[in-house]
């Protein structure tokens, strides 16, 4: 079963209205008609299944049917900072993150990153990856849509983490460290409701500078095995390994 999202509260006596795109697609890729029924999300992370009464291409109207119960999100909100990456592989890692759960995905400018975003072209970039991500949320039968954040260096970032419980950042010379306790320890803890944000360098990777500023301001350093992973493999491996520790631990 299809699902869309509504930014709106629940009232379940009322009708609601589907945005333009969501009504197109709904009548003329899904071929949905009068009487069937869709998953719909209102705010609060509220998901229900829906009937269609009208199913105009422009508009399609729905009512609430039936409430589902539990939620699809991780207990834990992980948040993965990297710079944008070349070609399409930011668009792909931007889908692949939300169908894992996580909660919001920021993009920074660092010193080796080659697809540096200009500030005139922020708002377009954000509006196709905000597009992206809500797909995916929509596909993957996501609660919610992650965030997408833009800040324009390292400082910013710094700034933009400071709420976050716990901060690591992703060091390709920490494969030779066998131990790797800073991330046993993360995933050994107790995740639950916590925060966790993650840092990742480009292709061309972070600058010793750029790691030891953020150790600096209290990031821990963590390895992501022996193998040397792509910028676009290594936030899924990190994610995959918060998200089974978090739901299945």
Same mark, same amino acid.
């Given at each position: 079963m299809q699902q869309y999202f509504i930014n709106e509260d629940l009232n379940v006596e009322s009708t609601y209205e589907l945005s333009k795109d969501d009504s197109n697609h709904i009548v003329r890729i899904m071929r949905k008609k009068i009487e069937d029924k869709v998953y719909v999300v209102f705010n609060n992370e509220i998901k229900y299944i829906c009937t269609i009464v009208d199913n105009n291409v422009d508009k399609v109207l729905i009512t609430p049917y039936e409430q589902v119960i539990g939620t699809n999100e991780l207990s834990t909100k992980i948040t993965v900072a990297i710079p944008p990456l070349k070609n399409d592989k930011?668009?792909?890692?931007?889908?692949?993150?939300?169908?894992?759960?996580?909660?919001?995905?920021?993009?920074?400018?660092?010193?080796?990153?080659?697809?540096?975003?200009?500030?005139? +072209?922020? &708002? @377009? #970039?954000?509006?196709?990856?905000? /597009?992206?991500?809500?797909?995916?949320?929509?596909?993957?039968?996501? $609660?919610?849509?992650?965030?997408?954040?833009?800040?324009?260096?390292?400082?910013?970032?710094?700034?933009?983490?400071? +709420?976050? &419980? @716990? #901060?690591?950042?992703?060091?390709? /010379?920490?494969?030779?460290?066998?131990?790797?306790?800073?991330?046993? $320890?993360?995933?050994?803890?107790?995740?639950?409701?916590?925060?966790?944000?993650?840092?990742?360098?480009?292709?061309?990777?972070?600058?010793?500078?750029?790691?030891?500023?953020?150790?600096?301001?209290?990031?821990?350093?963590?390895?992501?095995?022996?193998?040397?992973?792509r910028a676009e493999t290594a936030p899924l491996y990190f994610v995959s390994c918060v998200a089974y520790f978090s739901e299945f631990n």
């Open positions: 930011i668009e792909y890692l931007m889908q692949k993150l939300t169908e894992l759960g996580v909660s919001n995905i920021v993009l920074f400018n660092s010193e080796r990153n080659i697809a540096k975003i200009k500030k005139d +072209k922020v &708002d @377009s #970039k954000l509006n196709r990856w905000n /597009k992206i991500v809500k797909e995916a949320a929509e596909q993957s039968k996501r $609660n919610v849509i992650p965030d997408i954040t833009y800040v324009d260096s390292l400082k910013d970032l710094i700034v933009f983490s400071e +709420k976050f &419980d @716990s #901060k690591v950042v992703a060091y390709e /010379k920490e494969s030779v460290n066998e131990e790797n306790i800073n991330l046993k $320890n993360l995933l050994h803890s107790d995740l639950s409701n916590k925060e966790v944000i993650a840092v990742f360098g480009s292709e061309g990777g972070l600058s010793e500078q750029e790691v030891d500023f953020l150790t600096e301001n209290k990031f821990d350093v963590i390895g992501l095995g022996k193998r040397i992973l």
